[in-house]
């Protein structure tokens, strides 16, 4: 089916909070992708943040960030009293409040957790239940912060670092009330997303999630199943991921990328039957009904770069899973289908094939009937058959967006590139310039991609003051916030969206 949708990430919800929540932002914006004609929401990774607020370093893979909870639903509940939010901070009008965010709304989301979990402790047992990782996440919060470390488990304590079955209960017993306290928070933002998730469903809008490849080298998951993933012995004992993920050199990046992620083992995942991928790719089509994989080519091959070496031109390229490992995830899936899931129909994921794509990346891809990723932004400049052209696309097995939360604008790359790409743009679409994010959106969404996405901020028009990530640069990021987007967008992008066959066919009331 074709469809039509809008990349925007919970934390850029406008909002009277320092941070987009899941409250009465998220329905209004729900609301606003239907009059926009639009079935698809996608966001970036949902998980607790990592250095710089960046969703793609996260500490815990299966948690949901406790950021985005409302804190008016908490209120509505009766886990907080309504003068908790008197001395709410002035909300800042286009960007997230990350020192209001951690010393205001998180001692209020602490507090509503300590109520539910007094009150109701046999929701934190329902809970456990159902998600059995909550045990690990809740302890793993639990001592890091009592340790105070600043890089995560490998600061521990060495029995706790190593996990040491005495320590591991001598901490549960001597932390527990901040342990049934970091269960709660999660009992409470499942509850919200799910909510969410429930409404969007009811408007025909689908949720689009993100799955990183790789996950934090100090966070709870490389804590708990430290088997899963490659070390070395470091000083004291501690290990040290070696090598560790990255990307080599190419056009845009001489020096190649060191991510510093620890590699899979991948032969401790087959022998266990693939069953942290399983849980893990189950986990996020609980909370979103599709799901984008981020460089999706590491199962084919990852960049390994020695955990010495100062950028990635000395890496080399390590073997990945392949098909085996999603044929375990398909197999579990079908014989326990998530809730909305077509166990008939091709793995609802979609493929993030951009970078260095080889042979072998294009033939599992295909394999696996899933769709890849098209860019427009990088199409203009080059070959008149540039695969990201949108004449060149000989089938619509691909999801297409204008650009990424990666890229700049649409207006702040038209106005930063250079002039053969700009002329090069115009004659494409034959059209002057003058707008070019509409210029932009209108070949996306008449393009043969069976999914066409468009970052909000080339809705509104919105320059590189509204980017929301600069790769390589380590603050600054992830922290655009967005006005109520008006009326007379959703208007202008549905009359596009209805044109090229992508939505409902009714026009808006106006």
């Known amino acids: 089916m074709r469809r039509a949708g809008i990349l925007l990430h919970p934390t850029s919800l406008p909002g009277p909070g320092p941070c987009g929540d899941l409250g009465q932002g998220a329905l209004d914006f729900l609301d606003w992708l239907c009059e926009a004609g639009c079935t698809l929401w996608q966001v970036l990774p949902l998980g607790p943040t990592g250095g710089g607020f960046s969703p793609y370093d996260s500490p815990g893979t299966l948690a949901l960030g406790t950021h985005l909870l409302s804190l008016e639903r908490l209120v509505q509940d009766g886990l907080l009293p309504a003068q908790a939010l008197g001395d709410r901070p002035p909300s800042a009008a286009d960007r997230v409040d990350l020192e209001a965010l951690e010393g205001w709304h998180a001692p209020r989301v602490a507090r509503a957790a300590r109520c539910l979990a007094q009150e109701a402790p046999a929701a934190l047992d329902t809970f456990r239940q159902a998600q059995p990782w909550v045990d690990d996440w809740a302890l793993f919060r639990a001592v890091t912060l009592a340790a105070g470390t600043q890089r995560g488990w490998w600061d521990l304590p060495a029995p706790l670092r190593d996990r040491t079955p005495a320590a591991l209960e001598a901490a549960r017993r001597e932390l527990r009330p901040a342990v049934e306290e970091h269960v709660a928070a999660q009992v409470l933002v499942h509850r919200q997303w799910q909510a969410l998730r429930k409404a969007a469903t009811d408007r025909g809008v689908r949720l689009v999630g993100d ?256 980017r929301m990530n600069v790769p390589g640069l380590g603050e600054g990021n992830w922290t655009w916030r967005t006005a109520p987007p008006p009326r007379e967008a959703a208007w202008r992008l549905r009359g596009l969206v209805e044109v090229y066959g992508r939505g409902p066919s009714q026009p808006p009331v106006r």
């Open 211 to 466: 799955v990183p490849i790789f996950v934090s080298g100090a966070g709870a998951d490389t804590w708990a199943h430290r088997g899963l993933f490659r070390w070395v012995p470091g000083p004291d004992g501690v290990p040290v991921p070696d090598p560790v993920a990255g990307v080599p050199p190419d056009y845009f990046s001489p020096q190649g990328q060191r991510w510093g992620n620890p590699l899979y083992a991948w032969e401790a995942h087959r022998a266990q039957g693939w069953r942290w991928w399983r849980t893990r790719i189950r986990a996020a089509l609980a909370a979103c009904h599709d799901v984008r994989i981020d460089h999706f080519r590491g199962f084919c091959a990852s960049w390994a770069v020695p955990a010495d070496a100062l950028d990635a031109t000395s890496g080399a390229w390590t073997p990945g899973p392949g098909r085996e490992l999603f044929d375990a995830v398909a197999a579990d899936l079908r014989a326990d289908p998530p809730a909305g899931l077509d166990p008939d129909q091709p793995l609802p994921i979609i493929a993030e094939d951009l970078g260095i794509i080889t042979p072998d990346v294009e033939a599992l891809r295909d394999g696996l009937g899933l769709p890849g990723m098209k860019i427009l932004q990088f199409a203009f400049g080059g070959s008149v058959n540039h695969p990201f052209l949108p004449h060149t696309w000989a089938h619509d097995r691909w999801v297409a967006y204008t650009g990424t939360h990666d890229n700049d604008t649409a207006a702040g790359w038209y106005a930063a590139t250079d002039e053969q790409s700009r002329d090069h743009f115009r004659r494409y679409v034959m059209r002057d310039g003058q707008e070019p994010h509409w210029q932009l959106i209108q070949p996306l969404l008449a393009s043969v991609a069976r999914w066409a996405i468009v970052p909000l901020q080339d809705v509104l028009g919105l320059g590189s003051q509204a």
